[in-house]
């Protein structure tokens, strides 16, 4: 009588339930990988989690650098992936809870642009990251200031077109973090549009360069950079066909992309102008009096016309 039901919790290791808790989950996880560090039987196992197990370190290269690391890849490297993968995640649930749902409490946003709010500023978060790191290598492994890098030395044994695919992802995610951020400024307030203009510049010199920097890589540089001869243990891909497939595959991309964005933007675009038709309409309709008031005006001035459109006779005058 008059007493409120209990919501009943979902049954552990339901659906339910791991989406509720999946970041308490993923915690734990992680913390007994971080408690195995701390006891010599298993250090040796927790520590494949957490750091790169393929290191080679080169010694006397130059005689200014003594030591130099290069990395390689194996299958040991699923576990840091994994462990990572973690950490990824948890970072994903604190942006979401401490700083995404307090903005959402404040600007009391709809069912539909809550949840574009939530993706972009997950997604601006993620690109912010990923640009900070991608450009602080870029520079630090002078790729800007000498593309030449690029082609020099192939076969690259230590991690194989990482170069190239580290400076076409940094102009991208610089064009994807301008893109979310200009909508979190939009869902804030509708009157902040400008970011959109800059991003649908920034997008097309963004194709252009990658363009640009595939057909330099691929048609050019690794051209006349090493041998043709095919070999998987060397690390050597430099023939004529995984060169035109792979600049293929990132002409298609690229215009793949640029029809996407010309979409979208011819639709923005006529959503604009059926916008403003009403407006323009609604302005006429204001503009020109009804009928009642245009004879309630020629009425007030001594001009009433018939319906047949003919003014009436004026009336004499009687004399005495």
């Known amino acids: 009588m008059g007493l409120r039901k209990k919501s009943k919790n979902p049954a552990v290791l339901s659906h339910e339930f791991v989406i509720q808790n999946h970041a308490d989950i993923v915690s734990c996880v992680a913390m007994v990988i971080l408690l195995g560090l701390m006891f010599e039987i298993t250090a040796k196992f927790a520590i494949m989690f957490i750091t790169v197990q393929y290191n080679v370190t080169y010694t006397?290269?130059?005689?200014?650098?003594?030591?130099?690391?290069?990395?390689?890849?194996?299958?040991?490297?699923?576990?840091?992936?994994?462990?990572?993968?973690?950490?990824?995640?948890?970072?994903?649930?604190?942006?979401?809870?401490y700083i995404l749902d307090k903005i959402n409490r404040r600007l009391h946003?709809?069912?539909?642009?809550?949840?574009?709010?939530?993706?972009?500023?997950?997604?601006?978060?993620?690109?912010?990251?990923?640009?900070?790191?991608?450009?602080?290598?870029?520079?630090?492994?002078?790729?800007?200031?000498?593309?030449?890098?690029?082609?020099?030395?192939?076969?690259?044994?230590?991690?194989?077109?990482?170069?190239?695919?580290?400076?076409?992802?940094?102009?991208?995610?610089?064009?994807?973090?301008?893109?979310?951020?200009?909508?979190?400024?939009?869902f804030s307030d509708e009157n902040k549009q400008k970011g959109f203009t800059l991003w649908a510049l920034l997008f097309v010199m963004a194709r252009l360069l990658t363009l640009t920097f595939s057909v330099l890589t691929f048609g050019f540089g690794l051209a006349r950079a090493g041998t043709e001869d095919?070999?998987?243990?060397?690390?050597?891909?430099?023939?004529?066909?995984?060169?035109?497939?792979?600049?293929?595959?990132?002409?298609?991309?690229?215009?793949w992309m640029m029809w996407k964005f010309i979409n979208f933007q011819l639709k923005k675009w006529r959503e604009h102008t059926q916008n403003q038709i009403p407006r323009k309409k609604v302005a006429n309709t204001k503009s020109k009096p009804s009928k009642k008031e245009y004879n309630k005006a020629n009425a007030s001035n001594g001009t009433v016309k018939t319906e047949s459109g003919t003014s009436p006779r004026a009336r004499k005058a009687k004399t005495s």
């Open 230 to 255: 095919f070999s998987v243990a060397n690390g050597n891909f430099n023939t004529l066909t995984v060169r035109i497939s792979c600049l293929g595959a990132i002409c298609l991309t690229q215009a």
């Open 60 to 97: 006397n290269v130059d005689e200014e650098i003594d030591s130099i690391s290069f990395y390689e890849y194996g299958f040991k490297d699923l576990a840091t992936i994994f462990f990572y993968m973690l950490i990824a995640i948890i970072l994903h649930a604190v942006i979401q809870e």
């Open 109 to 186: 946003l709809s069912k539909t642009k809550h949840s574009k709010f939530n993706e972009s500023g997950q997604l601006a978060f993620f690109y912010l990251f990923s640009f900070i790191w991608g450009a602080s290598i870029l520079t630090g492994e002078k790729f800007t200031t000498d593309p030449t890098l690029l082609w020099e030395g192939y076969p690259h044994t230590h991690m194989f077109l990482h170069r190239l695919g580290l400076i076409l992802l940094v102009p991208h995610y610089l064009v994807e973090l301008l893109f979310h951020a200009s909508r979190l400024f939009y």
